[in-house]
């Protein structure tokens, strides 16, 4: 398969659209890309390209619950097409549509929390021997959301995170 991927950093030009379709749930987020260049000296934004980004099944549900409009975002996907418009009397722009294989928050522009996303239930059927472990073996603990407190301060863990983070 000769796919073209792609990746890039932005911000969300537009809250996340989540809808639910028959066969999987869908994400969209636009996402604008301004370079900054060097012109006679100084550094001047560049234009910007903008990109539609659609995400499916967990990652939509994902982007969904993590991501708003403004925020700073590494995208990495495949290019499936480009589409170019105008608005009335505008000049023309380019969007490129992306499908994300993986989003996430550029930290070169601020700090985030990560989460990790809890499991479905496990039914009878599974044994203690199936259950995921840790690079030590020991098994993973299946953390809570951090609540304001253990937020406050702008880098408090979550308790036991660290014992098992690899």
Same mark, same amino acid.
């Given at each position: 398969?000769?796919?073209?991927?792609?990746?890039?950093?932005?911000?969300?030009?537009?809250?996340?659209?989540?809808?639910?379709?028959r066969?999987?749930?869908?994400?969209?987020?636009?996402?604008?890309?301004?370079?900054?260049?060097?012109?006679?000296?100084?550094?001047?934004?560049?234009?910007?390209?903008?990109?539609?980004?659609?995400?499916?099944?967990?990652?939509?549900?994902?982007?969904?619950?993590?991501?708003?409009?403004?925020?700073?975002?590494?995208?990495?996907?495949?290019?499936?097409?480009?589409?170019?418009?105008?608005?009335? /009397?505008?000049?023309?722009?380019?969007?490129?549509?992306?499908?994300?294989?993986?989003?996430?928050?550029d930290?070169?522009?601020?700090?985030?929390?990560?989460?990790k996303?809890?499991?479905?239930?496990?039914?009878?059927?599974?044994?203690p021997?199936?259950?995921p472990?840790?690079?030590? /073996?020991?098994?993973?603990?299946?953390?809570?959301?951090?609540?304001?407190?253990?937020?406050? /301060?702008? /880098?408090?863990?979550?308790?036991?995170?660290?014992?098992?983070?690899?």
């Amino acid at each position: 398969m000769n796919d073209t991927s792609i990746t890039f950093r932005g911000y969300a030009g537009t809250d996340v659209r989540h809808r639910e379709t028959r066969d999987a749930n869908v994400a969209t987020v636009r996402v604008a890309s301004t370079p900054r260049v060097r012109k006679d000296g100084e550094w001047v934004d560049g234009p910007t390209t903008w990109y539609a980004v659609t995400a499916w099944r967990t990652l939509a549900d994902h982007l969904r619950d993590s991501v708003r409009k403004g925020d700073p975002l590494v995208v990495h996907g495949r290019l499936l097409r480009t589409e170019t418009w105008a608005p009335e /009397g505008g000049a023309p722009s380019t969007t490129l549509e992306v499908e994300a294989l993986v989003v996430g928050h550029d930290l070169n522009r601020g700090i985030s929390h990560f989460i990790k996303a809890k499991r479905p239930e496990s039914g009878p059927q599974d044994s203690p021997v199936d259950a995921p472990t840790s690079g030590s /073996g020991a098994p993973v603990p299946d953390l809570e959301e951090p609540t304001e407190t253990d937020l406050e /301060g702008g /880098g408090a863990e979550v308790e036991g995170r660290a014992s098992w983070a690899a």
